[in-house]
């Protein structure tokens, strides 16, 4: 790893903190280079490396925000929005619907809940629960194995119809190999874009904090078939440091929206670099 | 198999053409690249330490096989140490002195607990062994309806009291159901916990002990990272594990959490998920992980 005033001892100090938090190899060592670079650019002691270190994880986590001209999460007025939400099996993506439903609706937006798994055991009964709990109608088809792009096509008729602010999707989880699921999560993306011309569409993939790796290549294939906008990272209420977040953000630019910090319909925060980089490095 | 390690390995032995032997100096950039491999397959960081220190042991320490380069000796010696680590071969689901045979699942939200109480219990079925599930997550929305649809799927009872019981009594009494109706084996389904939650696995520890179960299988998601070995330490440590089971692994991670999982626990991994379906279900082996740690 790249020369600079850190020693041996340092640099191994630095990349045990950044292994531990699952930043991964490549991006550990993209940091460390960087932030040699910078010591000796800046000539600043080694000593003041922790700082230094902080500033450049957080432009990393940063740095996708700076490419957009509107950089608050925040429904647009006078439009439907549409929030649509996947990502991979079990990460928490119908919980945060919930919890963006409670969080919607104690803001004054009115809110609709589309409940397009269509596949998992009692998927629908879940989100119905969290309807419930938020005073959200949820738009669902009992039948066994329905198509969820028609569920979601139902979901548009009923926020247009009922004047909604937001259209929560919920979706089943996938892993990103599997070529006919990602194929039909691309078909659930084409009928919003076709049925909600004039929607604001968010498209939100949600990690779990816990992920190793394969986050990177979640996000990856992700991108592409659901025309990804930002990440959800859930489950920091754990003690697991979520530390894919930051080749995610370094490779495909996605700005990390909201953290999930519990199971309960109030832990969910929206992000701040800063709180994010100081409970990783702690 | 092992291509991608191989090729990366090739550079480093480039430099060492000629030299016959490994020897402690030219061994510390093939040791580097196995470390790399092992990061990158999400095996927690002093996992690898330890891993690496043992494999540059048995290098040192290996015959020089004639018509064998050190390259494939080396590559042999790390996938050897692989495989015996993660146990060498399947171990089985312990039988029960006495039925009904009581397997508790147990792990953090959502890493598959559930799908796997309703996959094992289908695996048993098929082996002519009956089964009753026990639905003790009083938590998570919906958790108990998806437990009897799965159930309903696969033809095997469930035993629930609702969201308003406590787990422990769910638990107590679905054992005694089993045992009235002449049950086999009773497989617990509990709600997903986060090692740190001192409320929730103190829940788990008195389920335990209401049961005394015959397994205590720790379900962890394939795709999981470091975190894997903090969760195994606790799990074990707080509840005592058996084994546990490798869900989700028909997608494209590489898995070192198993390694994690082995090491720190000393227990197998028996099974693992590879889909989402009822019947996705496999016995662990050895080898086969070790590969899929190692081929990139
Ligand atoms: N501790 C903790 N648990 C969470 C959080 N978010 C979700 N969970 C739990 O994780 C588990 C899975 O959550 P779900 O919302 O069902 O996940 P999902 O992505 O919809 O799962 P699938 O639809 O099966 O792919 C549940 O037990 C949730 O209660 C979080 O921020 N912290
Ligand atoms: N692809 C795949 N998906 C799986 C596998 N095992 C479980 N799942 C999926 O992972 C998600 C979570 O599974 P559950 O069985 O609900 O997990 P859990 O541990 O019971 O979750 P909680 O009760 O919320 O803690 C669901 O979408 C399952 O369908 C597997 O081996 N492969
Ligand atoms: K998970
Ligand atoms: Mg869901
Ligand atoms: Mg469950």
């Given at each position: 790893i790249g020369q600079g005033p850190l020693n041996q001892n340092a640099i191994e100090q630095i990349e045990a903190m950044l292994y531990s938090a699952d930043v991964g190899y490549e991006a550990t060592e993209y940091i460390v280079n960087t932030l040699q670079n910078k010591l000796k650019e800046e000539s600043i002691a080694s000593e003041d490396a922790i700082a230094s270190l902080k500033e450049i994880l957080q432009q990393v986590l940063d740095e996708p925000l700076q490419k957009l001209t509107k950089t608050e999460f925040e429904p647009e007025a006078g439009k439907l929005n549409i929030w649509l939400l996947t990502g991979v099996n079990g990460v928490g993506k119908t919980t945060t619907i919930g919890k963006l439903a409670h969080l919607a609706k104690t803001s004054g937006y009115n809110c609709v809940i589309a409940a397009a798994d269509t596949f998992r055991a009692a998927a629908v009964e879940q989100v119905k629960v969290w309807g419930e709990r938020t005073n959200t109608p949820v738009i669902a088809n009992?039948?066994?194995?329905?198509d969820p792009a028609a569920v979601v096509f139902d979901g548009i008729n009923a926020a247009i119809a009922r004047n909604a602010d937001i259209l929560l999707v919920d979706t089943a989880g996938r892993l990103q190999n599997k070529k006919n699921l990602m194929e039909e999560l691309a078909k659930i993306r084409r009928i919003i874009d076709k049925k909600a011309v004039d929607a604001n569409i968010e498209s939100l993939l949600v990690l779990d904090a816990t992920l190793g790796q394969n986050g990177l290549k979640q996000a990856q294939v992700f991108s592409e078939a659901a025309q990804l906008t930002g990440v959800v990272l859930t489950k920091l209420d754990g003690t697991a440091k979520g530390g894919v977040a930051l080749g995610v953000s370094r490779d495909l630019g996605l700005p990390i929206r909201f953290i999930g910090a519990g199971e309960g319909i109030e832990d969910l925060r929206p992000f701040s670099s800063y709180e994010f980089v100081e409970a990783l490095l702690s | 198999m092992f291509d991608a390690l191989a090729e990366r390995l090739e550079d480093t032995w480039k430099k060492l053409r000629g030299q016959g032997k490994i020897s402690q100096s030219n061994i510390q950039e093939a040791l580097q690249e196995v470390r790399k491999a092992l990061l990158e397959a999400d095996v927690n960081f002093q996992v690898v330490k330890s891993f690496v220190a043992e494999v540059e042991k048995n290098a040192l320490g290996a015959e020089v096989i004639s018509g064998v380069n050190p390259q494939q000796q080396f590559i042999k010696i790390v996938y050897d140490e692989l495989v015996k680590v993660m146990g060498e071969s399947n171990a089985p689901l312990a039988e029960a002195d006495k039925p009904p045979r009581v397997v508790l699942m147990a792990g953090l939200q959502g890493a598959g607990k559930t799908t796997a109480t309703a996959k094992l219990a289908l695996y048993l079925q098929k082996q002519k062994r009956s089964c009753l599930m026990v639905a003790t997550d009083v938590y998570r929305p919906a958790a108990i309806q998806q437990l009897i649809t799965l159930g309903t799927q696969i033809s095997v009872p469930v035993f629930e009291l609702g969201t308003g019981a406590n787990p422990v009594d769910i638990a107590r009494q679905g054992l005694e159901e089993a045992k009235n109706k002449g049950i086999d084996t009773v497989i617990i389904d509990t709600a997903g916990r986060l090692q740190i939650d001192q409320e929730m696995m103190a829940e788990l520890a008195q389920v335990k002990d209401a049961v005394n179960p015959d397994e205590v299988l720790l379900v962890v998601d394939s795709m999981t990272g470091q975190e894997a070995a903090n969760v195994t330490r606790s799990f074990h440590e707080e509840i005592g594990i058996t084994g546990a089971i490798l869900t989700k692994m028909d997608g494209d991670s590489r898995g070192g959490a198993a390694l994690s999982i082995r090491t720190i626990s000393g227990q197998p991994i028996k099974f693992i998920g590879v889909g989402e379906?009822?019947?996705?279900l496999e016995p662990f082996y050895p080898d086969r992980m070790a590969s899929r740690i190692l081929n990139m």
């Open positions: 009992e039948g066994k194995n329905t | 379906k009822v019947e996705a």
